[in-house]
């Protein structure tokens, strides 16, 4: 069972940066493709960003593009989201979610993740 650790969530000032991580315990994750996910309180969760299997292809959703940045390293089995210039609106659980894959490419797509992490709180507020 691929079991994903997920950190780096907090508390931060509009404008202020936060990076996550997500990490593996176990399986290696270079056969898998990772995506970022995040559910805003009364709202359904919704695709942030993902990854392909060996990170030469991203997807990021149009309300995150040009700030949040996506990046993978295998030899560590983790993924990263880089956050910058968060508004308050970016405040949500953020969750981690793995799909094993043969294909080079990733879907930011709810469903088409087998394995999720826990999640973690980011809160943008002054």
């Known amino acids: 069972q691929l079991q994903l650790v997920e950190s780096g969530g907090g508390l931060v000032q509009p404008g202020g940066s936060l990076r996550l991580s997500c990490a593996s315990s176990?399986?290696?994750?270079?056969?898998?493709?990772l995506g970022w996910f995040r559910q805003a309180p009364g709202k359904e969760r919704e695709a942030v960003s993902c990854?392909?299997?060996?990170?030469?292809?991203?997807n990021y959703a149009e309300s995150v593009k040009g700030r949040f940045t996506i990046s993978r390293d295998n030899a560590k089995k983790a993924v990263y989201l880089q956050m910058n210039s968060l508004k308050p609106e970016d405040t949500a659980v953020y969750y981690c979610?793995?799909?094993?894959?043969?294909?080079?490419?990733?879907?930011?797509?709810?469903?088409?993740?087998?394995?999720w992490g826990q999640g973690t709180q980011v809160t943008v507020s002054s």
């Open positions: 979610a793995a799909v094993r894959t043969d294909r080079a490419d990733c879907a930011p797509s709810t469903n088409g993740y087998d394995y």
């Open positions: 990854i392909g299997r060996s990170g030469g292809v991203t």
């Open positions: 176990g399986f290696t994750l270079d056969h898998y493709a």
